[in-house]
């Protein structure tokens, strides 16, 4: 999205501004009809599962996700959103589209895991916290991306495809490493 909002910002501040707040909007509507979403299955499955099952599932869940993660084998589909609205829509309404869209979260390439990873936590462990952590995953993401931006504008843009290249992976294993405490952590029930 900086890719997007960058250069948007450099040649008009308003275009770009309207594009960013689009973005934030979008993504906090999609953001709370997932979390309507998972705390409704969470809830059920709170329900329905025994606290112990739950952690052990969540635990099992976290070392699968980080072995993924290890591999470099990160699930998630083979898809952006759609560049060819850049071309049709206004930087406000486009801003909604693709907040809409990334903030699914289920529709969209995955660089690590921690996506899912929260996802599962909130459906097995904590569904109560599901609207304040996807809401909050939301506006940390689009400040990410207005951070980028701004860089952007300032440096110029960055040379995105070495930057993949030489820190990508070590940002996936880091994860994957990662996972592995965090599930050690839930399945002991600490």
């Known amino acids: 999205m900086a890719g997007v909002a960058g250069p948007m910002l450099k040649r008009s501040k308003a275009r770009g ?3 960013l707040a689009g973005l934030w909007i979008g993504g906090m509507v999609a953001s709370a009809v997932l979390a309507t979403a998972v705390f409704a299955v969470g809830s059920l499955a709170v329900w329905l599962i025994p606290s112990l099952v739950r ?3 969540a635990g099992v869940l ?6 993924l993660d290890l591999a470099a084998r990160t699930p998630h589909v083979w898809r952006q959103v759609p560049v060819e609205h850049l071309k049709t829509m206004p930087p ?4 909604v589209v693709w907040g809409f869209d990334l903030s699914l979260l289920f529709t969209t390439q995955k660089s690590t895991s921690l996506t899912w990873v929260a996802l599962t936590g909130l459906v097995l462990l904590a569904p109560g916290a599901s609207w ?3 809401c909050g ?5 689009v400040l990410m991306v207005v951070g ?21 992976h070590w ?3 880091a994860s994957g490493v990662a996972l592995v405490g965090v599930a050690a952590y839930v399945m002991l029930g600490a």
Do not use: E, H, N, Y
Request: charged share 20%; proline share 2%; net charge positive.
């Open 132 to 134: 304040w952590t996807l």
């Open 92 to 95: 406000g309404k486009l801003g």
């Open 17 to 19: 501004a309207r594009f």
């Open 62 to 67: 976290l070392v699968l996700f980080a072995l």
């Open 55 to 57: 952690q052990i599932i």
């Open 137 to 141: 995953m939301t506006t940390v993401t």
């Open 148 to 168: 980028r931006s701004i860089v952007f504008q300032l440096r110029g843009p960055a040379r995105l495809g070495d930057f993949r290249q030489s820190w990508f």
């Open 171 to 173: 940002v996936r294993r």
